[in-house]
């Protein structure tokens, strides 16, 4: 809330008043509870899913026998503090073991944050042929990955609850 406001509750007697700097956009983007009218709207952190994560200075080998244990394609390189700094796709992974994950990494992937608008999103991942999509807070704190088919069917309910309730 602005200082202002803050001002102003005490002035009326309030004593718990905290000034949040980062402002609204920060507090939904964190995926922090909102209120309003779009409160109940999906969002791509609602639909995160936990990443497989590594770091610079891990041995691709190693990252490759925790990807296949995990079934999974890709791990998000982090600092220690959970900052996403890159990607480590299969496809990048390379017969000498020994490399490391920052020599072997994509580094910044794109990323969204928790409360991006949905609808848009979606659009955009289907004419990339993004199939999913790393989520951070606005500090760039990993929160997941949203995976497209996942929003499409979540959309899609969305789609035909609203379409039977019409009529």
Known sequence: ???????????????????????????????????????????????????????LGERVGDVAQRLEKEDANACIVTTEDGIVLGRLRKK???????????EAMEPGPTTVRYDEALTGLVKRMQGAGVASIVVTEPS????????????????????????????
């Open 1 to 55: 809330m602005s200082p202002r406001a803050a001002w102003r509750l005490e002035s009326l007697g309030f004593t718990r008043v905290y000034d949040y700097a980062g402002g609204k956009t920060d507090w939904a983007g964190s995926g922090y509870p909102v209120e309003g009218t779009h409160a109940d709207i999906p969002s791509p952190g609602s639909l995160a899913r936990p990443s497989t994560t590594c770091t």
């Open 92 to 102: 990048h992974l390379s017969d000498d073991e020994d490399r490391t994950v920052e």
């Open 140 to 167: 760039g704190k990993l929160i997941g990955e949203m995976h497209r088919s996942d929003a499409e069917a979540l959309l899609e309910q969305v789609k035909s609850f609203a379409h039977n309730h019409d009529h």
